[in-house]
């Protein structure tokens, strides 16, 4: 295992103190929970013994979010994982549940993928004309110093046009708007 995909482990001392082996200093639960958040896998050993005491430190942050109101699991899924532990059922739990988060995890990550493909702002009718539109407006009170700026869309910019020629198509395109406007309201 490559040095960056061991887990970051955690010493216990006898005074219930947890101990940050790679930073060399105290930290918390909530630390624990964060570095966990952060995609760090984790390991906590009581130092004496060296028994692997994660599993009991894991349960006891989900037990501390819970109570605290960020309740993740249903009151139907806590009461079958309790019902699993006097079921013969209760083989099959461990797997069954690390079969669905990591179906779980590989689908919040193609949402999360798609989402950001999709961009729906860019899908909006006139969503490039009033783009366009920002642009030249820029250059022009900006004298062109932001040309090959494109408003984030990653786009490639227009052919720079002299300001003046700027500035015409957008008062082109004001007279327009306020023509359109003008007719609705008759």
């Known amino acids: 295992m490559a040095e960056s995909e061991k887990p970051l482990l955690i010493k216990r001392y006898a005074s219930r103190r947890l101990y940050n082996t790679e930073t060399s200093d105290y930290v918390t639960l909530e630390d624990i929970a964060g570095f966990i958040r952060d995609g760090r896998e984790v390991q906590i050993v009581d130092l004496k013994s060296g028994d692997d005491l994660t599993r009991q430190y894991l349960l006891q942050i989900v037990a501390e979010h819970e109570s605290k109101g960020e309740s993740v699991l249903p009151i139907s899924v806590l009461t079958d994982l309790v019902r699993s532990y006097t079921t013969q059922a209760g083989t099959m739990v461990p797997q069954f549940l690390a079969a669905s988060f990591e179906a779980f995890r590989e689908n919040q990550s193609k949402w ?18 009033m783009q366009a539109q920002q642009e ?7 004298g062109n110093m932001g040309a090959g700026w494109t408003g984030g869309a990653g786009g490639a910019s227009e052919p720079e046009q002299e300001p003046s020629e700027d500035l015409d198509a957008i008062k082109k395109q004001l007279a327009e708007l306020q023509s359109k406007l003008s007719r609705l309201d008759k």
């Open 136 to 142: 030249a407006f820029l250059k022009a009170m900006t």
């Open 112 to 129: 999360i993928t798609n989402v950001n493909a999709m961009n729906p702002i860019a899908k909006m009718p006139g969503f490039e004309a």
